[in-house]
């Protein structure tokens, strides 16, 4: 089974840009579909974007499309979350998760953004 760890969080100012980075080991990262959740405080995890087995396609939350962005370097095992014109309401806990099939079943330990106004 995969494992993850990301890497990337940190204090930004809104409208600054941060990228997270998700690397994984122990087992064949090309055969998981990656996705990245985001938790604030006091509410439930929420999908923000995914991307599948080869990167070719993408699919993101309302909430960030336009202006998040996810790709991944199967030579590299990394899955990366670029994010742009970021808002205070983006501030939360951020994971990245792997999905052998269809469920998300294996998570990182999740990277701090904080966004300031």
């Known amino acids: 089974q995969v494992q993850l760890v990301e890497s990337g969080g940190g204090l930004v100012q809104a409208g600054g840009s941060l990228r997270l980075s998700c690397a994984a080991s122990g087992a064949t990262f090309s055969t998981y579909a990656m996705g990245w959740f985001r938790q604030a405080p006091g509410k439930e995890r929420e999908f923000v974007g995914g991307?599948?087995?080869?990167?070719?396609?993408?699919g993101y939350a309302d909430s960030v499309k336009g202006r998040f962005t996810i790709s991944r370097d199967n030579a590299k095992n990394t899955v990366y979350l670029q994010m742009d014109s970021l808002k205070p309401e983006d501030t939360a806990v951020y994971y990245c998760?792997?999905?052998?099939?269809?469920?998300?079943?294996?998570w990182g330990q999740g990277t701090q953004v904080t966004v300031s106004s």
């Open positions: 998760a792997a999905a052998r099939n269809t469920d998300y079943n294996v």
């Open positions: 991307i599948n087995r080869s990167g070719h396609s993408t």
